[in-house]
């Protein structure tokens, strides 16, 4: 079974850097597929942010690229995100996902990480 | 990066057919046949009932069906019950610059 955990801070200050991590058990990053991030905002609906191959290949939303950077660590099995400079808008609930290559859907979600930007 | 345009609600009593829109552009919708769709009870995270326009993945009750005519996509729940009740959101592969974009989701009220 796949799984897929995410961890973050909870609570970041504006202007600052969000970290996250995906962990996947249950699948390994270096048999294929695409590991992404997508968020949602409280209320609102989902934004998807970014994904990345365990090759490297990596794609990015493109209202979001300036401040995202997503990596792949096969040897840990995890999938990483940093946003930077983040602002009040950036409060979500983050989500970890597994995309088919050649298909494009997202098959498995993690259960989510809500982060909260405040001073 | 332009979001897919979603009803942003839809009611359909117990029993009848519901149909939820998803309109996009040739770069996105009208340009594949990667469109999925994904319910969301409050609270909970988002499940794939469709992919590839109109594949319903294992588990998934044959009353959920997709479509697409040009760059409109449109998901269909027919023998609505309570339990469908939930936000819906389209995605659609949007090409190697964009990737995924996501609809505004529509939430679905049983009477």
């Known amino acids: 079974q796949v799984l897929l955990q995410e961890s973050g801070p909870g609570l970041v200050k504006p202007s600052e850097t969000l970290s996250l991590t995906c962990s996947v058990s249950g699948f390994s990053l270096s048999s294929g597929y695409f590991w992404g991030w997508i968020r949602q905002p409280p209320g609102k609906g989902l934004e998807w942010i970014a994904s990345v191959y365990h090759s490297g290949i990596v794609y990015y939303n493109p209202s979001l690229k300036s401040r995202v950077t997503i990596s792949v660590d096969t040897s840990n099995n995890q999938v990483s995100l940093e946003l930077t400079s983040v602002t009040a808008a950036d409060t979500a609930m983050y989500y970890c996902?597994?995309?088919?290559?050649?298909?494009?859907?997202?098959?498995?979600w993690g259960r989510g990480t809500l982060v909260t930007v405040s001073s | 990066q332009s979001a897919l345009t979603q009803p942003r609600s839809v009611s359909g009593s117990l029993g009848q057919s519901v149909t939820i829109s998803c309109s996009g552009t040739?770069?996105?919708?009208?340009?594949?046949?990667?469109v999925s769709w994904y319910q969301q009870h409050p609270g909970k995270v988002p499940r794939l009932i469709i992919h590839g326009v109109d594949k319903r993945p294992s588990g998934v009750p044959d009353r959920f069906s997709g479509s697409k005519s040009g760059s409109t996509a449109s998901l269909t729940i027919s023998g609505l019950q309570a339990e469908d009740e939930a936000d819906y959101f389209c995605?659609?592969?949007?090409?190697?610059?964009?990737?995924?974009?996501f609809g505004g989701g529509t939430k679905l009220t049983v009477l």
């Open positions: 040739s770069t996105d919708v009208g340009g594949n046949n990667y």
């Open positions: 995605c659609s592969y949007a090409g190697r610059y964009s990737f995924e974009v």
């Open positions: 996902a597994r995309t088919d290559i050649s298909t494009y859907y997202f098959d498995y």
